[in-house]
């Protein structure tokens, strides 16, 4: 019995995956360190980071089993789940058994388990692109503040420069500390630990969050209210970042204090 | 009046329009505003639990027709307002560039003239377009009456159309829309199917050839304003799929706005029977069936118990049980409970190996209803001796016979119902 630590990079998962073929090596586990409860009997590997290593995992996934495999992998990834790099571990090896047919065997546990999960990561990019609600700022740059339960703000990052290709924008990740950084190019994403200046709103940014409210608020038939369904097609974990929900007369949607 | 003034009540009265849909169209960025999304996409859901998708508003709230079904008929004593096209244009680009919307649905009551109120929404969405090179969804209304090279050249600008049937039969429309004609509603939806089918071809021929409601054109039908069955508009519905390949037809429970003396006195809006409609309408769009195995002249109206394939799954229980391993993926579709997504699923993982039940509980596939229905490598999953009251009983449950009252099929408060028709307009359009 053995377990692979990686520093819970995708390169760093690919790497192990690789290391494990390499040394021919059945970690029963992989495990990102900060995942990681320490087990004193059980042998670990720490397994560091190696690029070229990853990509030669990468490339053959991609070529030998599919493209995508490869996808459902990386959306699995982004959940962040504690055992996900084992589930993938044990998805990428029986794919590199029955190649391009992988994603067929719907009824095989490992495969299940990998379709559930990038299933629930791709539910929420897809919510996510519409709850994203951008503030316009005095500076021209339109920003956003998520809380997504998964990590995607890569995922959704490439909707954005598409749509809104002649806006400054930023789409914060207020809970992982990271930021999607548009400048009518290219974006990238990048740590964002505090903000150092004020922020302050364009001057009729709270003009139109108003108009926003009134329309969502009288848009409703009142004879059909139905908070349940609602909330069911809006879980209330978002709201605090939606203008309809957190909207305050005074001072309009407050940004989070970072 | 302030544009805030006007929102409030120009929203409030296009409520009742049912679409939000912002799905079908693939316009690109053109280096100006915005694209469209394939699937469409909800920004967020109001209170009564709809998906809202598009900035949905009428232009003006002012008519000079006096439909008794509408709020905003003319003999109604209620706030009226009129935008301008330019207050449009800066409500609909500036809420999307805040990623609040879609797009816009923009919409009318008929303010001097059918071609004077066509005009001005025409100029609407030009200024989009031309202007401000928005790219984003625009969902417009025709109003009925409106000349047809107006409705036309709208038609080069917008993703979708839309020409509302309101209600179901001639006579019905003659009593409590007396100012409306049957041509009026039919001709535009034929000229625009028409014109569509033309486009897509030439659109085949050369590469550059200009867009034409890419996203097609739908309407929407008044439940239990009048007496129509179940039947009758079902059938409608079939025809304007069939002749008019209309994308959608959507339902709306009539909402009690008046005391009309050829208006039905009910006190909430008959949420039930829309709900069915909306079941039935995807059995026929998604699931093969026709209309005349659902309902026929001595069945018009649907089960207040059973949704409509359950129902016709126990009217034919001599097709029933199924092998999950060898049924036709049509006849899998027409096994109560299983959805398109499970049965592709099953087809999928069934050349693999072949499926017992927990197999089938792993792909994902419920089996609340359909254990009934089916067997897995010849084993069957219901209760034992089974017969079809037995199922009967099973599937109706007995919490469905507490929510409703069962001698009217009309008067039912209901909460678990309503989500998934919305569900499914939502992810599958
Ligand atoms: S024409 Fe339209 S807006 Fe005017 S009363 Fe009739 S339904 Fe209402």
Redesign the pocket.
Known sequence: MIYYIYDGSFDGLLTAIYESYYRRENPVKIFAENDFQQNLFIPKVHIKTHKKKAERVYNSIREKVSRNALRNIFYAYLSELPNVGTWIYDYIKLGFKVKEDIDKYLSDKRVSKIHKIAQRVRHERHLILGLIRFKKLENNIYYSQIEPKYNIIGLVSPHFAKRFSDQYWIIHDVKRKIGSIYNKKEWIIKDISSIKEAIKYDKNELLYQKLWVEYFINIAIKDRINPKLQMKNMPKRYWGYLTEKAYNSKEGVRTCKL | MELLDKLKILADAAKYDVSCSSSGSKRKNNKGIGNTYHSGICHSWSADGRCISLLKI?FT?F?????A??????TNDILRATFTPDEIVDLTINFYQRNYIEGLFLS???LKSPNYTMELLLETVKKLRDEKKFNGYIHLKVI?GADPILIESAGKYVDRLSV?V?LPSNRDLKLL?P??KRESIIKPMGAISNKIKEKREEVRKYKNASKFVPAGQTTQMIVGATEDTDLNILRLTEILYKQFRLKRVYYSAYVPVSKHPNLPSISTPPLLREHRLYQADWLLRFYGFKANELLYSSKPYFNVHLDPKSDWALKNIHLFPVEINKASYEMLLRVPGLGIRSAKRIVTARKMNSLNYEDLKRIGVVLKRAKYFITCKGKYYGPKNVNIDKIRGMLIGNNYNLKYKTSEGQQISMFNLYPSVLKNMIVIL
């Open positions: 009428l709230n008519c000079i027709y006096d439909c079904y509408c709020i905003n008929r003319v009318s009551a008929i009925p509302n309101e829309a100012q409306k």
